[in-house]
């Protein structure tokens, strides 16, 4: 496996913020390596399935970025969902 190296992206709290780059083969790594044994022994579509996982970036979710998208409809159902107190 490759090894990346770490950024040091800041400092909260007293403790260093460090920044890891991960793909989805990162975050499905069994998934990931079943691809990798097909793709060895040939299977075109397995190795093609492997690359895209190993170019695919996971990202963060933060608090601002969870306020702007589906979040908000998610709240609106639940607000809608609750029953009124009387």
């Keep these: 496996m490759k ?4 950024k040091i992206t800041g400092e909260l709290d007293g403790e ?5 780059d991960l793909t989805a083969a990162n975050d499905d ?3 990931a390596g079943r691809l990798k044994t097909r793709a060895d022994a040939g299977d075109k579509e397995a190795a093609a399935e492997l ?11 933060t608090s601002e970025s969870a306020s702007e998208g589906d979040d ?6 639940k607000e809608k969902g609750r029953k009124k107190r009387k």
Excluded: L, S
């Design 16 to 20: 260093q913020v460090f920044e890891v």
């Design 3 to 6: 090894r990346k190296n770490v």
């Design 72 to 77: 908000k409809g998610v709240a609106k159902r």
């Design 51 to 61: 690359k895209r996982m190993e170019e695919t970036p996971m990202v963060e979710i």
């Design 29 to 31: 790594w069994m998934r």
